[in-house]
């Protein structure tokens, strides 16, 4: 069931359901009698395409997601030092290829969020650090890779907790409700991830603090005119593809009332 999950949402991203559009208008094309509609299909296989790879669409739909929750402040709901004893790290994805450096050993999303985990132990030195992760595709947990870059932050074994056994971010908050219980949390992950993640924590009985990090968009406006709006980008295809997987993710956990 899970791995039949990844593969449909893969599927129905915006890159490959283009291109499978803009097949099935292909082959139509081989029959005389629907050659108008193939043309017509591979159209509009072309124009999803090019929509999803402009940055006004790409950043339209992934704001609303990164900007809903803001960034960690102690001053944000009277909080306390004493009052966090959790600060939670989800994991980002990692590449554990042996002889490479420890940071090229975990995504560029890993490394934001552990930053952002150094930095708020800093400011909490009484939290511990939970890092959540199993081994998804490969034989190694995502936790133990990224954990193996935390003392390049700063942080000793001594200060972390490891969750090794999720696959995704709704075992991920069933899992860490064994390890914090009650406890507030702090919940660092990437901004456009927060509000899934947000939502299942919730809904498995943890009360999480967010402190999103690794924002793909800006809320402010260019100062100058960038010529690169008026083109399609490789760049604005995979900030729409990261907020379709996102708004998949939302829906799905509603259809089941995880959220």
Not at 14 to 21: D, E, H, Q
Not at 49 to 54: A, K
Not at 95 to 124: D, Y
Request: aromatic share 8%; with cysteine.
């Amino acid at each position: 069931m899970f791995l039949l999950k990844k593969i449909i949402t893969a599927v129905i991203m915006p890159l490959p359901l283009s291109l499978l559009i803009i097949l099935a208008g292909w082959l139509l094309l081989f029959s005389r009698k629907r050659a108008r509609a193939g043309r017509m299909i591979i159209f509009a296989g072309v124009l999803i395409l090019i929509s999803f790879s402009y940055t006004a669409v790409a950043d339209r739909l992934l704001h609303p997601l990164e900007y809903r929750y803001l960034p960690f402040s102690l001053d944000s709901g009277n909080l306390q030092k004493g009052a966090i004893p959790w600060i939670v790290v989800l994991s980002g994805g990692d590449m554990p290829v042996p002889g490479l450096p420890e940071t090229s050993q975990v995504s560029a999303a890993s490394l934001f969020r552990l930053a952002e985990a150094a930095r708020l132990k800093r400011i909490l030195p009484e939290s511990r650090v939970v890092i959540s992760g199993g081994a998804v595709y490969g034989a190694k947990p995502e936790a133990e890779v990224i954990a193996g870059v935390a003392p390049l932050f700063g942080m000793k074994p001594e200060d972390l907790a490891l969750e090794a056994n999720s696959r995704d971010t709704e075992e991920q908050a069933k899992n860490i409700s064994g390890i914090v219980g009650k406890d507030k949390c702090i919940l660092v992950t990437s901004a456009w991830h927060m509000p899934r993640a947000v939502a299942l924590f919730r809904k498995a009985g943890l009360d999480p603090v967010p402190a999103p990090v690794g924002h793909l968009t800006n809320t402010e406006k260019p100062a100058k005119l960038n010529p690169g709006i008026f083109f399609p980008n490789i760049n604005a295809l995979s900030k729409s593809e990261i907020a379709v997987h996102e708004y998949i993710g939302m829906a799905w956990s509603k259809i089941r009332g995880l959220t």
